[in-house]
């Protein structure tokens, strides 16, 4: 009897459904596009930690805009974040406020990268102040008057701030796992909490910090800037090094602690920061320059007590070579 087939009747001869075939293409795009959202949101969360203040205001007769790229950096001794364990252990003090205990200026052009050191005691106009110390223009009126008096006095227009603390400054160092540093001659000093043997070292952050502090030298405050050019560019170097990006254990935690410790001004980014710090990558390994303002004199004064002078001649051939993006003078480096 031959089987008639109805509507109801279960179609046996049909081939049952076949699975549908992901495709490669669109599994890597699905990914690829998971990972890029996580990379923004990533970089969204880090940009939001950094600390913002209006340090590049503009005002009437302001330097004009400068070739290559300008940096003004600050390492001040403010304690925020600090406990009083941490204060006692870095010995620090317990000073309020906040004053710049390192100025450094970075170009970096056509003409090169260049690290230039401020010495703090340096004697300046201060705009509407008269002339003082040019880190009395930090404690007066902070970034904003710093930066104000630091294009006046080289004529050179600063494009970016950024700042970091005491606390700030330790915990870059040690998420990084310290920095290596070549000390000449033993090193001691109990007011910073200082004591290095001869040779080369890891230095840890509280360690760090003593090092760029420490005044324990004949020339005092000129010898200091040159340790915290040289350390900042090697920590600067490391921080930078694949050996650092590559390990999450290293990367993240300095990203974390970098980005909350920074303050920048308003204007700035996570992406202006990080190419500061490519173009200072170098500068541990010798490609640019590391230098002060060229040294005049010492003065004194009974108000501010003394002061540091500028070599007139040479720091004017030092800014007309920076405000012009072109290498340094020979006689200058």
Known sequence: MAHTRTAESPAYDEEPPRRRRRRPGRVLAVVLAVLLAGSVAGYLSLDGRLQREGALADYEGRVEDTPGTNWLIVG?????GLT????KKLRTGS???KRTDSIMLLHYGDGGTTLLSIPRDSYVA????GNNKINAAYAIGGSDLLVRTVEQATGIRVDHFAEIGFGGFVGVVDAVGGV???VKKPLKDPKAGLDLKA????LNGAQALGYVRTRQYANGDLERIKNQRQFFAALIDKATSPATLLNPFRGIPLAWNSTGNFTVDEGDSLY???RMMLAMRGLSGGDGTTLSVPFGSFGSSGSIGSYVVWDKAKSEKLFTALRNDEPLPGDIK
């Open 126 to 129: 201060i705009p509407g102040h």
């Open 76 to 80: 001040s001794d403010s304690r925020a």
């Open 95 to 97: 000073a309020q406020g």
């Open 199 to 202: 040779g080369c070292q890891d």
């Open 272 to 274: 202006d920061l990080a």
């Open 84 to 87: 009083k364990d941490d204060r």
């Open 180 to 182: 290596n540093i070549c």
